[in-house]
């Protein structure tokens, strides 16, 4: 970033998903100083700042899905003005699911810097509660809201070997659960988080089938976030005997031992390493 720059700069705030006691410390700081804040929702924000007991001294502005597309250019000119400008959503990091992206990408386009105060974010929270593998996942926010379309990309992603993290609407919780199920399989693991660091936190490690059910009972409320496991990879299809023995010795003609290139061998087709072993002494 250009600190001589006569341009305004654009501030992404990450905010609480529900606990003000999440607030970054310089989320409160932005918020206090900068110029102009756009925020997804007015009220939520007026709530927030007075949880925080912060004093909004810029102006404020709404940006949300209907107006965004009005308002981008409005911002852009402030921005170009020299004006800064923070951006903030009802909760998580702008722009993830949330109005955002067409901001940054048109600040972006206009040389306007841009930045982020991160925060708090529903995909990862969701994530490490699931007790789900989170060393490689992927985010896929919202399902397509129809039946048809919904499962054409869950049959699509069936076979994905990362954990999967979808955001979904109560209103449509109970059919999707519903399809996924019925793509992935009633086994599959998986998570349904709800109203995450709220007061009523709820976090369910079921299979699939499990909260299919559960959804249709409870009809559970507020913000969801579902995480679901990914495929397991598939298994190596077992090599004749003849192509077992002549990969131990392609190992052994390397400078491996007979037995490390046997445990090698065993291990990568899914063996026990007595029956590969049995084979190459036969």
Do not use: W
């Amino acid at each position: 970033m250009d600190a001589k720059s006569d341009l305004g700069r654009l501030v992404l705030l990450g905010a609480p998903l529900g606990n003000p006691a999440d607030a970054s410390v310089r989320l409160r700081e932005v918020l206090a100083t900068v110029d102009l804040v756009a925020a997804e929702d007015t009220r939520r924000l007026a709530r927030l700042t007075r949880d925080l007991e912060v004093t909004v001294s810029g102006r404020i502005v709404s940006y949300f899905e209907g107006n965004e597309e009005r308002r981008t250019p409005e911002l852009v000119e402030a921005l170009r003005a020299g004006l800064g400008v923070a951006l903030v959503t009802d909760g998580g990091m702008p722009s993830v699911s949330d109005p955002g992206y067409r901001l940054v990408r048109a600040a972006l386009d206009a040389g306007v810097p841009v930045t982020a105060a991160p925060g708090p974010s529903a995909v990862t929270t969701a994530l490490v509660l699931s007790g789900l593998a989170s060393d490689r996942f992927c985010f896929e926010g919202f399902l397509p809201r129809t039946s048809g379309p919904r499962r054409a990309r869950l049959n699509a992603l069936a076979t994905e070997e990362r954990t999967l993290v979808f955001f979904e609407s109560p209103h449509r919780v109970v059919a999707a659960l519903a399809d996924l199920a019925d793509a992935f399989g009633a086994d599959r693991p998986a998570a349904l988080c709800r109203e995450l660091t709220k007061t009523y936190e709820q976090v369910l490690r079921r299979p699939l089938g499990e909260l299919a059910s559960f959804a249709v009972a409870e009809k559970p409320r507020g913000e969801i976030t579902l995480v679901v496991a990914g495929a397991s990879a598939p298994a190596a299809q077992r090599p004749d005997d003849e192509a077992l023995r002549a990969a131990v010795a392609a190992r052994e003609a390397t400078g491996r031992s007979r037995r490390d290139a046997v445990t090698e061998v065993s291990v990568e087709y899914g063996l026990r390493r007595r029956e590969v072993y049995d084979i190459v002494h036969r």
